[in-house]
């Protein structure tokens, strides 16, 4: 199993230190035993030089001793390894065990290593079966022989092994304190930074797409010449544009918010007006020519709509504003048959479908605001969808609060369009048949009103299907008990 990369950069900057510092004590191992092993092996072959092969010349003609083979000549250190070559073959082969000479055996490779060896009298490793790693010289002998002299190199292997278990040791815990230290000091130093992504993360938080916005205070920069400090600064810099453009943006939308209440408050009036002058003109007892009745009989449809317009641009500028809205128990099981009975009678081409409790179901809230809702969304299935339509109204309600559910099975609402259906004036024209008189509001205002009683709305829509779900709180917000 891989282990994954670390990814902070405390981490990353700790790795690295160690990292780097693990290379460099390697090197340092690398290099400081390859030059105690060099430095080893230059002693044994100046050893073997000293020699010069005494103990292989006493190897020569034991039975017939002369002035090289004499008693006094062959006192070599322990594991002194001596071997007489004689036109390339190995004749005697012996090695010094408690001061006195032990013959080896030579196996084939071993005799073919040691007639391959120059008689240059250098230094030059061999590995024996019997003996191992030796340190071998050859010379010529005085009847036409070569002489071999070795001494082992288990002392320098020994030697060399013990100094890289302590370097392991020591940079083990160099490494290890490094690490520590280094995490300590990495934390230390990246604390303005970590104030940086603090601050950051809160502004993500943050609900930025309407409403007034509390901008979190800026980083303290302590030292704007290094990196983080450049980072605070900018960061600082980038939170006052931002804060600007939402303060700017949040004083828009309050001036928008009250142009549409201030103009839907006066052009109730004229539009009132209009209305009764048209309705005044269609009572007239005189004759009225067809034409100019038909005329009448418009602008008295399209002053009622206007006038339903109006009062809905108004509820929604209302409750953008935060017009605290009534919160009296509400009978949702009456307001729910209410509305289903209007639709009923306004729709007889639709076929109608409701499903209540046997318990009568009860909210806190506004009485006159989720009668609203119930009637825009029958009113949503019924205009947008085809005769015929099956449109279905169940009430439930649970610990969590009344859930009321309307489902139709008509064409559908488009996917591009479901992002932006609680929109003001947004219709979905493109699969669904729209009827005189609709505003583009009535899901605007389904989606305030359930806000603004601490609700949610939610849609799903497929063709064949679309439900829409308004979830109330079992109790709203701040008012226990749902008591004024």
């Not at 109006?310 to 809205?325: E, I, M, P, S, Y």
Request: proline share 7%; aromatic share 2%.
């Amino acid at each position: 199993m891989i282990r994954p990369l670390p990814r902070t950069l405390r981490s990353q900057l700790t790795a690295g230190l160690v990292a780097l510092l693990a290379l460099v004590c390697l090197a340092v191992g690398v290099t400081t035993a390859l030059a105690l092993q060099g430095f080893l092996v230059r002693r044994v072959d100046q050893q073997l030089s000293a020699s010069a092969g005494r103990f292989a010349a006493s190897l020569e003609h034991e039975r017939r001793p002369d002035a090289d083979n004499r008693p006094d000549t062959r006192g070599q250190s322990e594991g002194t390894f001596g071997a007489r070559l004689l036109r390339g073959t190995p004749t005697q082969a012996a090695v010094v065990r408690a001061a006195a000479d032990t013959k080896v055996p030579l196996t084939g490779g071993d005799r073919r290593a040691l007639a391959a060896l120059p008689a240059d009298g250098t230094g030059h490793g061999i590995r024996l079966s019997a003996l191992g790693r030796y340190r071998v010289t050859a010379v010529p002998g005085d009847d036409g022989d070569v002489l071999i002299t070795g001494l082992p190199l288990h002392p320098v292997e020994e030697t060399v092994h013990r100094l890289e278990a302590v370097e392991a040791a020591v940079f083990g815990g160099a490494l290890l304190v490094t690490g520590v230290l280094g995490a300590l000091w990495v934390r230390l130093s990246l604390r303005p930074l970590r104030r940086v992504t603090t601050t950051a993360a809160s502004v993500a938080e943050l609900p930025l797409a309407s409403g007034e916005v509390a901008m979190p205070a800026p980083v303290p920069v302590t030292d704007p010449r290094t990196e983080v400090g450049q980072v605070g600064t900018a960061l600082n810099r980038m939170l006052g544009h931002v804060g600007n453009a939402l303060e700017r943006r949040h004083a828009s939308e309050e001036r928008l918010r009250h142009f549409a209440a201030d103009a839907s408050h006066e052009l109730r009036t004229p539009v009132a007006n209009v209305r009764g002058h048209a309705e005044l003109a269609l009572r007239h007892e005189g004759p009225v020519p067809g034409e100019v009745r038909r005329a009448l009989e418009r602008i008295g449809a399209e002053s009622e709509r206007m006038s339903s317009l109006v009062n809905d641009l108004l509820l929604l500028a209302r409750l953008d504003a935060g017009r605290a809205l009534e919160h009296q128990p509400v009978d949702l099981t009456r307001l729910v048959l209410d509305a289903t009975d209007d639709a009923r009678a306004a729709g007889p081409d639709h076929r109608w479908l409701l499903d209540l409790p046997e318990t009568v179901v009860t909210a806190t809230g506004d009485a006159h605001r989720l009668h609203q809702v119930i009637g825009n969304l029958l009113v949503n299935a019924r205009t947008h969808t085809p005769a015929g339509t099956t449109v279905s109204v169940e009430l439930t309600a649970d610990e969590r609060g009344p859930r009321l559910t309307v489902e139709d099975n008509g064409p559908g609402i488009p996917a591009g369009i479901q992002p932006e259906i609680f929109g003001r004036f947004v219709r979905a024209d493109h699969s669904r048949s729209r009827a005189a008189g609709s505003t583009g509001l009535g899901l605007a205002i389904v989606q305030a009103v359930a806000t603004a009683h601490g609700g949610t709305v939610t849609l799903t829509s497929r063709p064949g299907r679309t439900r829409f779900v308004v979830s109330l709180p079992a109790e709203p917000p701040g008012r226990p008990g749902g008591a004024e």
